[in-house]
């Protein structure tokens, strides 16, 4: 019961523990644990949008020169994986790294996931949000769409596993 008044504690469940990780109640791992789960969360909005986007727009131009492929030619979904170069993986990778290692930097003088570079939001150059019912009603709101969008990018992948479509072709 020590995080049963922390942010993501919403009715109707309540604080939410089944496997019992935070019966010790360290506040130094929960704040970690915290840091993942919405940073997890941010990442699986943006891969939720990333998997709707391409049903209704393409990136003009080519992706690759030299492989001559254009964005419209790659796939929706789990397809694009083997369509896209190896090179634009490393990219996407290497930028990834560099946001988490020099621009959102873990501090843990911080909240979870306010970060010195972006709000507490995440968004670059985001200003603080001001004490009160607001800052906390969003930063809950944060918290229960990242929640849903992990299970949608999830139930997502499965559907496309499953059917070979990224939106399900039964």
């Known amino acids: 019961r020590a995080f049963e008044n922390e942010l993501g504690v919403q009715a109707p469940v309540g604080f939410f523990d089944p496997c019992g990780m935070t019966k010790d109640g360290d506040m130094k791992t929960f704040m970690r644990r915290r840091e993942t789960e919405i940073k997890h969360g941010r990442v699986a909005m943006w891969a939720a949008m990333g998997y709707i986007a391409p049903e209704y727009f393409r990136w003009p131009g080519m ?16 397809s694009a994986l083997g369509k896209v170069p190896s090179a634009g993986w490393i990219q996407m990778f290497l930028f990834a790294g560099f946001l988490e290692k ?13 970060f010195a570079n972006a709000g507490v939001l995440g968004f670059p150059n985001g200003s603080t949000m001001p004490e009160g ?3 906390t009603r969003k930063l809950n709101s944060e918290l ?27």
């Open 63 to 78: 992706c690759s020169t030299s492989e001559k492929l254009n964005f419209a030619d790659i796939p929706n979904g789990l």
């Open 102 to 114: 020099v621009f959102f930097v873990y501090d843990p003088l911080r909240a979870p996931g306010d």
């Open 133 to 135: 019912d607001g800052k």
């Open 144 to 170: 229960a769409n990242g929640r849903l969008a992990m299970m949608a990018i999830i139930g997502m992948f499965f559907q496309d596993g499953l059917t070979g479509s990224a939106w399900g072709d039964w």
